[in-house]
Nanobody
Framework: QVQLVESGGGLVQAGGSLRLSCVVSRSIFSINAMGWYRQAPGKERELVARIFSGGSTNYANSVKGRFTISRDNAKDTVYLQMNSLKTEDTAVYYC?????????WGQGTQVTVSL
């Protein structure tokens, strides 16, 4: 069983920054892709950013230029650096490990951006 634990969420003013962390209980070296998703109240879960085993990344258009995903294989940790936060970034953020045996999710961390 793969466990993912997110941290780093909180309350921040618009324009501020947060860094989310996702620690994975298994080695992430060979995981196909690690992703950050978010779900706002009344909305569907959406992809925010993803990083592949080769290091390539992709981002939702809404966060391009503001968010950066990275991974530290030695620490089995994936990060999401979020800058220039907007109120519309408010959501529960989830980490996802996309492995050969399916997708594994963390419990989520709340990010609230206030005016």
């Amino acid at each position: 069983q793969v466990q993912l634990v997110e941290s780093g969420g909180g309350l921040v003013q618009a324009g501020g920054s947060l860094r989310l962390s996702c620690v994975v209980s298994r080695s992430i070296f060979s995981i196909n892709a690690m992703g950050w998703y978010r779900q706002a109240p009344g909305k569907e879960r959406e992809l925010v950013a993803r990083i592949f085993s080769g290091g390539s990344t992709n981002y939702a258009n809404s966060v391009k230029g503001r968010f950066t995903i990275s991974r530290d294989n030695a620490k089995d940790t994936v990060y999401l650096q979020m800058n220039s936060l907007k109120t519309e970034d408010t959501a529960v953020y989830y980490c996802c490990a996309q492995r050969y045996d399916g997708d594994h999710w963390g419990q989520g961390t709340q990010v609230t951006v206030s005016l």
